[in-house]
């Protein structure tokens, strides 16, 4: 059996990516008449990854071949191509798979010009043995390979929601700058996704139709991210099975993944911050409501932070000075830096001070993507005030995200 390294290779990229820091110990190969189904799995999420292949009458009869990860990995290190050695394909020889082994090679070869034709000429042979079983003789350690029919338990829902890939990867993107350990929510009843965080709420708007809501840990979405920049397809199709796993995949590749519970907590949170506290009133995030350049208002942020610990959630002073219409970071004693804004305000003073964590401002702002952004500020009572940050999509009159925090005293 011949298979190209380069589809190897992505899928081998995609299954550390996949599984992170934890142990990886097997692969299944389902051979097929031409091609090969590369599959990974470690019980709560997989990788499903299908590859053109020559495969001869007897290797088709093998059905599945499980392969042991390491001697598999260490092997395709010795296969790859330097320099100006290339290499095209790895080839499979299963007559010593009795012996619980698969030997493979590949060939380098190098590029010479010869007249006016450029002519590939073998330099070396790489061989090598990976350890091997039948899908029906393998041990326990990778039994958990083979328990799936992949085609149709995982990968082959009948109800799922097809995503335009950059659609899916802006989303999952934007959710994946959440705080480590934090799932993301995304919503088929508000068609949103939203992550809570511990100083602030993200909620993103969806550019494709949800049916399938599913949550997605930031792990997860940073993996998706490199699995799908691998796999490069156009859309993707979502289902969800049980409101338990999520599938993620194309006709060639998929991803699977058992998903976390919902937190209440997380629901009521972001209740919290849309409503009045035991009411059905919306808040209107009046109160004050200033205009921002998006990218000045991140450099001010940036800076008033040069010289604080990186992991710092210290609370700072921001002033508003409604008559000359302009936010002061920081205070006499650290230095004063201003910056122009539009603002309109309900206060009764001519000056607020609030206290809020300047390293929150930058999380939000780094997440938005207009040129501006609307601050919106809930005056909750005399101390605590809550704030909405709006990412505007100026050209089509919209907001494409809500970005929440509070301050957490006002004088």
Not at 48 to 68: M, Q, T
Not at 240 to 265: N, P, Q
Request: aromatic share 10%; proline share 0%; glycine share 6%.
């Amino acid at each position: 059996m011949k298979l190209q390294l380069d589809s190897l290779n992505k899928f081998i990229s995609g299954v550390k990516a996949l599984s992170g820091n934890a142990p990886i110990y097997g692969i299944l190969l389902e051979i097929l008449d031409n091609n090969v189904k590369l599959i990974y799995t470690d019980g709560k999420k997989a990788l499903y990854n299908k590859v053109d292949a020559v495969v001869s009458e007897e290797e088709a009869k093998l059905g599945g071949v499980v392969f042991e990860y390491n001697t598999l990995a260490d092997g395709l290190q010795k296969t790859q191509a330097n320099g100006n050695l290339k290499v095209n394909q790895v080839d499979f020889d299963f007559s010593s798979l009795h012996e619980e082994r698969v030997k493979a090679s590949a060939i380098k070869y190098m590029i010479f010009e010869d007249g006016d034709k450029q002519v590939e000429t073998q330099v070396s042979e790489i061989e090598f043995y990976i350890k091997a079983y039948t899908s029906d003789t393998t041990v326990n350690k990778y039994k958990h390979l083979v328990q799936f029919d992949y085609d149709t338990q995982i990968f082959g829902n009948d109800v799922a929601d097809t995503w335009n890939v950059s659609d899916f990867t802006n989303l999952i993107q934007r959710l994946s700058k959440g705080d480590d350990g934090k799932s993301a929510n995304i919503s088929s009843k508000r068609n949103v996704g939203f992550i809570v965080n511990r100083n602030s709420l993200f909620y993103i708007s969806s550019k494709a139709d949800i049916n399938q809501g599913f949550i997605i840990t930031k792990f997860m979405c940073k993996a998706m991210l490199d699995i799908i920049s691998k796999f490069e397809p156009s859309t993707l199709k979502l289902s969800v099975t049980d409101a338990l796993y999520c599938s993620i995949y194309t006709e060639d590749f998929g991803v699977w993944f058992e998903m976390m519970k919902f937190r209440e907590i997380d629901g009521k949170m972001l209740g919290e911050y849309e409503r009045v506290t035991g009411t059905d009133s919306v808040r209107a995030y009046n109160d004050i409501e200033i205009l921002l350049n998006r990218e000045a208002t991140l450099d001010m942020v940036k800076a008033s932070q040069v010289g604080k610990r990186l992991d710092s959630v210290d609370t700072e002073i921001l002033s508003i000075d409604y008559d000359n219409s302009e936010l002061i970071f920081g205070d006499e004693k650290s230095g004063m830096s201003k910056l122009g804004v539009q603002l309109r305000h309900k206060d009764s003073t001519n000056k607020s001070k609030l206290g809020v964590v300047y390293k929150v401002w930058e999380d939000i702002l780094s997440n938005c993507t207009g040129v501006y952004v609307r601050l919106g500020i809930e005056l909750k009572d005399e101390k605590t005030v809550y704030m909405r940050f709006a990412d505007l999509d100026t050209e089509n009159n919209s907001v494409n995200a809500y970005m929440y925090t509070i301050s957490t005293e006002r004088t």
